[in-house]
T-cell receptor
Framework: EAGVAQSPRYKIIEKRQSVAFWCNPI?????LYWYQQILGQGPKLLIQ????????DSQLPKDRFSAERLKGVDSTLKIQPAKLEDSAVYLC?????????????FGPGTRLLVL | QKEVEQNSGPLSVPEGAIASLNCTYS??????FFWYRQYSGKSPELIMF????GDKEDGRFTAQLNKASQYVSLLIRDSQPSDSATYLC?????????FGPGTRLSVLP
Protein backbone atom coordinates (compact mmCIF):
# COMPACT_ATOMS: atom_id res chain seq x y z
CA GLU A 1 0.00 0.00 0.00
CA ALA A 2 1.49 3.34 -1.02
CA GLY A 3 1.91 5.88 1.74
CA VAL A 4 1.05 9.54 1.93
CA ALA A 5 2.92 11.51 -0.72
CA GLN A 6 3.96 15.13 -0.35
CA SER A 7 5.84 17.57 -2.52
CA PRO A 8 8.06 19.44 -2.57
CA ARG A 9 10.24 18.04 0.20
CA TYR A 10 12.08 21.30 0.74
CA LYS A 11 11.33 24.91 -0.09
CA ILE A 12 13.22 28.12 0.57
CA ILE A 13 11.47 31.41 -0.11
CA GLU A 14 11.75 35.03 0.93
CA LYS A 15 9.20 36.66 3.18
CA ARG A 16 6.13 38.01 1.42
CA GLN A 17 6.46 35.41 -1.34
CA SER A 18 3.85 32.72 -1.86
CA VAL A 19 4.29 28.96 -1.68
CA ALA A 20 2.12 25.89 -2.24
CA PHE A 21 2.37 22.35 -0.94
CA TRP A 22 0.75 19.25 -2.37
CA CYS A 23 -0.45 16.08 -0.67
CA ASN A 24 -1.80 12.81 -1.99
CA PRO A 25 -3.29 10.65 0.79
CA ILE A 26 -3.42 6.89 1.10
CA UNK A 27 -5.98 5.52 -1.33
CA UNK A 28 -9.42 5.26 0.22
CA UNK A 29 -8.69 7.50 3.20
CA UNK A 30 -11.51 9.99 3.54
CA UNK A 31 -9.89 12.16 6.20
CA LEU A 32 -6.91 14.39 5.42
CA TYR A 33 -5.01 16.62 7.81
CA TRP A 34 -2.46 19.39 7.39
CA TYR A 35 -0.21 20.04 10.38
CA GLN A 36 2.45 22.62 11.06
CA GLN A 37 5.38 21.43 13.14
CA ILE A 38 7.81 24.04 14.40
CA LEU A 39 11.20 22.76 15.56
CA GLY A 40 10.97 21.35 19.07
CA GLN A 41 7.18 21.29 19.15
CA GLY A 42 4.48 18.76 18.45
CA PRO A 43 2.39 18.93 15.27
CA LYS A 44 -0.32 21.60 15.32
CA LEU A 45 -3.44 20.98 13.26
CA LEU A 46 -4.04 23.61 10.59
CA ILE A 47 -6.97 22.09 8.74
CA GLN A 48 -8.85 18.81 8.52
CA UNK A 49 -10.90 17.58 5.56
CA UNK A 50 -13.51 14.84 5.45
CA UNK A 51 -13.73 13.95 1.77
CA UNK A 52 -13.78 17.41 0.16
CA UNK A 53 -15.41 19.23 3.07
CA UNK A 54 -13.65 21.14 5.84
CA UNK A 55 -14.17 19.64 9.31
CA UNK A 56 -11.87 21.90 11.34
CA ASP A 57 -9.90 24.95 10.30
CA SER A 58 -10.03 26.80 13.61
CA GLN A 59 -6.23 27.13 13.83
CA LEU A 60 -5.62 28.06 10.21
CA PRO A 61 -4.39 31.68 9.83
CA LYS A 62 -6.96 32.44 7.19
CA ASP A 63 -5.50 35.83 6.30
CA ARG A 64 -2.52 34.10 4.70
CA PHE A 65 -3.17 30.35 4.59
CA SER A 66 -5.63 28.55 2.36
CA ALA A 67 -6.24 24.91 1.57
CA GLU A 68 -8.45 22.91 -0.70
CA ARG A 69 -9.21 19.31 -1.41
CA LEU A 70 -10.97 19.17 -4.72
CA LYS A 71 -12.61 15.85 -5.60
CA GLY A 72 -11.89 14.55 -2.11
CA VAL A 73 -8.45 13.14 -2.91
CA ASP A 74 -5.39 15.39 -3.40
CA SER A 75 -5.00 18.52 -1.36
CA THR A 76 -2.99 21.72 -1.62
CA LEU A 77 -1.98 24.12 1.13
CA LYS A 78 -0.98 27.65 0.18
CA ILE A 79 0.70 30.45 2.09
CA GLN A 80 0.46 33.96 0.70
CA PRO A 81 2.28 36.08 1.77
CA ALA A 82 4.77 34.09 3.84
CA LYS A 83 6.21 35.39 7.11
CA LEU A 84 9.43 34.42 8.87
CA GLU A 85 7.45 32.59 11.55
CA ASP A 86 5.99 30.25 8.91
CA SER A 87 9.33 28.42 8.79
CA ALA A 88 8.37 24.91 9.83
CA VAL A 89 7.70 21.42 8.57
CA TYR A 90 4.28 21.00 7.01
CA LEU A 91 2.98 17.50 7.51
CA CYS A 92 0.10 15.94 5.66
CA UNK A 93 -1.63 12.93 7.19
CA UNK A 94 -4.57 10.76 6.23
CA UNK A 95 -6.82 8.33 8.01
CA UNK A 96 -9.81 6.13 7.41
CA UNK A 97 -10.90 6.66 11.05
CA UNK A 98 -12.75 3.34 11.07
CA UNK A 99 -12.66 2.17 14.66
CA UNK A 100 -11.39 3.74 17.86
CA UNK A 101 -7.84 2.52 17.29
CA UNK A 102 -7.55 3.79 13.75
CA UNK A 103 -4.70 6.23 13.54
CA UNK A 104 -3.43 8.66 10.97
CA UNK A 105 -0.49 8.09 8.67
CA PHE A 106 1.95 10.86 7.95
CA GLY A 107 3.69 11.84 4.77
CA PRO A 108 7.40 12.78 4.73
CA GLY A 109 6.63 16.46 5.20
CA THR A 110 7.70 19.65 3.45
CA ARG A 111 10.42 21.70 5.14
CA LEU A 112 9.81 25.39 4.57
CA LEU A 113 12.39 28.04 5.29
CA VAL A 114 11.32 31.66 5.00
CA LEU A 115 14.19 34.14 4.76
CA GLN B 1 -9.19 23.77 25.24
CA LYS B 2 -7.95 20.24 24.77
CA GLU B 3 -4.30 19.93 25.75
CA VAL B 4 -1.75 17.15 25.96
CA GLU B 5 1.31 17.69 28.09
CA GLN B 6 4.65 15.92 28.10
CA ASN B 7 8.00 16.54 29.71
CA SER B 8 10.17 17.81 26.87
CA GLY B 9 13.28 16.12 28.24
CA PRO B 10 15.84 15.19 27.22
CA LEU B 11 15.43 11.91 29.03
CA SER B 12 18.69 9.99 29.08
CA VAL B 13 18.86 6.29 29.90
CA PRO B 14 21.67 3.76 29.53
CA GLU B 15 21.42 1.01 26.95
CA GLY B 16 19.43 -1.94 28.26
CA ALA B 17 17.50 0.10 30.82
CA ILE B 18 13.77 0.83 30.91
CA ALA B 19 12.73 4.21 29.55
CA SER B 20 9.52 5.67 30.97
CA LEU B 21 7.69 8.39 29.06
CA ASN B 22 4.69 10.17 30.50
CA CYS B 23 1.77 12.15 29.14
CA THR B 24 -1.27 13.86 30.66
CA TYR B 25 -4.36 15.13 28.93
CA SER B 26 -6.83 17.81 29.93
CA UNK B 27 -10.16 16.65 28.46
CA UNK B 28 -11.78 13.39 29.58
CA UNK B 29 -13.63 13.14 26.28
CA UNK B 30 -10.74 11.45 24.51
CA UNK B 31 -11.48 8.03 23.05
CA UNK B 32 -7.99 6.73 22.46
CA PHE B 33 -4.34 7.59 22.83
CA PHE B 34 -1.42 7.13 20.51
CA TRP B 35 2.33 7.07 20.87
CA TYR B 36 4.42 8.11 17.88
CA ARG B 37 8.17 8.03 17.43
CA GLN B 38 9.80 10.80 15.44
CA TYR B 39 13.42 10.63 14.40
CA SER B 40 15.16 13.90 13.68
CA GLY B 41 14.17 15.18 10.26
CA LYS B 42 11.55 12.48 9.77
CA SER B 43 7.78 12.34 10.12
CA PRO B 44 6.02 10.70 13.08
CA GLU B 45 5.45 6.96 12.92
CA LEU B 46 2.96 5.08 15.07
CA ILE B 47 4.31 2.85 17.84
CA MET B 48 1.05 1.82 19.46
CA PHE B 49 -2.34 2.97 20.66
CA UNK B 50 -4.42 2.30 23.76
CA UNK B 51 -8.05 2.99 24.63
CA UNK B 52 -8.80 0.78 27.65
CA UNK B 53 -7.58 1.33 31.20
CA GLY B 54 -4.58 -0.79 32.08
CA ASP B 55 -1.58 -2.03 30.17
CA LYS B 56 -1.07 -2.97 26.55
CA GLU B 57 2.13 -4.68 25.48
CA ASP B 58 3.73 -4.90 22.05
CA GLY B 59 7.22 -6.32 21.99
CA ARG B 60 9.53 -4.09 24.01
CA PHE B 61 6.85 -1.42 24.34
CA THR B 62 4.11 -1.19 26.98
CA ALA B 63 1.49 1.53 26.99
CA GLN B 64 -0.39 2.28 30.19
CA LEU B 65 -3.63 4.24 30.50
CA ASN B 66 -5.26 5.58 33.64
CA LYS B 67 -8.40 7.48 32.68
CA ALA B 68 -9.19 8.51 36.27
CA SER B 69 -5.84 10.30 36.49
CA GLN B 70 -5.90 11.34 32.81
CA TYR B 71 -2.48 9.83 32.43
CA VAL B 72 -0.83 7.81 29.67
CA SER B 73 2.65 6.35 29.72
CA LEU B 74 4.97 4.40 27.45
CA LEU B 75 7.59 2.03 28.77
CA ILE B 76 10.44 0.89 26.56
CA ARG B 77 12.23 -2.17 27.88
CA ASP B 78 15.81 -3.05 26.96
CA SER B 79 16.33 0.41 25.46
CA GLN B 80 18.60 0.55 22.44
CA PRO B 81 20.53 3.49 20.95
CA SER B 82 18.18 3.18 17.95
CA ASP B 83 15.31 4.15 20.27
CA SER B 84 16.82 7.63 20.57
CA ALA B 85 14.13 9.90 19.13
CA THR B 86 11.33 12.23 20.13
CA TYR B 87 8.20 10.47 21.38
CA LEU B 88 4.90 12.18 20.73
CA CYS B 89 1.75 11.44 22.69
CA UNK B 90 -1.56 12.18 20.99
CA UNK B 91 -5.15 12.06 22.21
CA UNK B 92 -7.96 11.42 19.76
CA UNK B 93 -11.23 13.32 20.15
CA UNK B 94 -13.67 12.16 17.53
CA UNK B 95 -11.89 12.86 14.27
CA UNK B 96 -9.31 15.18 15.82
CA UNK B 97 -5.87 14.34 17.17
CA UNK B 98 -4.23 16.63 19.72
CA PHE B 99 -0.48 16.22 20.10
CA GLY B 100 1.80 16.90 23.00
CA PRO B 101 5.14 18.67 22.46
CA GLY B 102 7.07 15.40 22.59
CA THR B 103 9.74 14.00 24.88
CA ARG B 104 13.24 13.65 23.54
CA LEU B 105 14.79 10.31 24.54
CA SER B 106 18.50 9.63 24.39
CA VAL B 107 19.72 6.06 24.93
CA LEU B 108 23.40 6.04 25.81
CA PRO B 109 25.57 3.12 24.61
Amino acid sequence: EAGVAQSPRYKIIEKRQSVAFWCNPISGHATLYWYQQILGQGPKLLIQFQNNGVVDDSQLPKDRFSAERLKGVDSTLKIQPAKLEDSAVYLCASSSLEGVGETQYFGPGTRLLVL
Amino acid sequence: QKEVEQNSGPLSVPEGAIASLNCTYSDRGSQSFFWYRQYSGKSPELIMFIYSNGDKEDGRFTAQLNKASQYVSLLIRDSQPSDSATYLCAARYGQNFVFGPGTRLSVLP
